[in-house]
């Protein structure tokens, strides 16, 4: 039996941070700090690009103490991973990875990922079951899930009452996060990539949607369906994949669907960390709602 040499654990690099507008996975080497005189302006986020910490942190005299405010305020807004990406959790993780691999069914191996999670999943789909719906709201009673919905079809009766459950009823699962993206907006701009990303440690990428009729069949190999859990290309994957569209989402991010009601939309004025609704071709809409 091959022995565990503990040397390998110096290429454990986990992320460390989330960015705060974009939650893309981010370690202190990746932040890159604005300074003028005796003030660090904020930090920018190399993926959205935007200086999206708050301005006017005062900074003491040494390098530590300087880095010591950002980490602080980083972990205020419980955008700090250090505490999660553990070498256990880590490990427990790569265990249901190694079970897909070995003959696991793939939505057991889904569901046990999801409930493993201890601070955040994320996810982008393209269209997405009800029992996903369902799991989703039951794990955000825990952490934080955000995701993207695209290729909805809001004249469709069917995705019409997804999407109702997914935003008229959002106190089911204050912590859930969906961005919906129609079949009314430009085809060539909607996303079709499918990823879930548990804590920034394990990743499951391929061709399957969000359904449990796609998790279903890429047991019988007609999807898809590979589990990542390289620290580096799960980074790559949430930034590349998820971030990219979370972060550059045009500026109703903040504004969220209220109700849904003979094929119109009524909106009301939200904060950009809230649940939002991206929808082009509505009507009667108020005037904080750009065209």
């Known amino acids: 039996m091959t022995g565990f040499d503990i040397r390998g654990l110096v290429d454990f690099n986990p992320p460390q941070y989330l960015c705060q507008k974009c939650y893309a996975l981010l370690r202190g080497a990746d932040l890159k700090p604005y300074f003028e005189k005796d003030v660090w302006a904020s930090l920018t986020c190399p993926i959205c690009e935007l200086l999206t910490y708050e301005a006017g942190l005062h900074i003491s005299e040494t390098v530590t103490e300087q880095w010591e405010v950002f980490r602080t305020y980083l972990r ?46 994320h996810f982008v789909t393209w269209g997405i079951s009800n029992e996903m719906i369902g799991a989703l709201k039951v794990i955000a009673q825990r952490v934080a899930v955000r995701g993207v919905v695209s290729g909805l079809d809001r004249r469709n009766t069917w995705d019409k009452q997804k999407i109702n459950t997914l935003i008229k009823h959002s106190d089911e699962a204050p912590l859930l996060q969906i961005a919906i993206m129609t079949k009314s907006e430009s085809w060539i701009d909607l996303p079709h990539q499918k990823v879930v990303i548990v804590d920034g440690l394990l990743a499951f990428k391929g061709s399957a949607n969000l359904t449990v009729q796609a998790w279903r069949k890429t047991a019988k190999n007609l999807e898809d369906l590979e589990a990542i859990t390289d620290t580096e290309r799960v ?38 960390d809230d649940l939002f609704y991206y929808e082009d071709n509505t009507t009667e809409k108020p005037p904080w709602v750009p065209d």
């Open 76 to 121: 205020e807004k419980g955008l700090t991973l250090t505490d999660v990406t553990t070498i256990e959790h880590a490990r427990a993780l790569a265990q249901i990875a190694i079970a897909l691999q070995n003959g696991q069914s793939p939505l057991r191996s889904l569901f046990l990922a999801l409930s493993s999670a201890k601070q955040f999943v």
């Open 235 to 272: 980074i790559d994957l949430n930034n590349r994949l998820f971030s990219t569209v979370w972060g550059t989402r045009p500026a109703v991010v903040k504004y969220k669907m209220a109700d849904i009601a003979d094929g119109r939309l009524f909106y009301e004025s939200e904060t950009e």
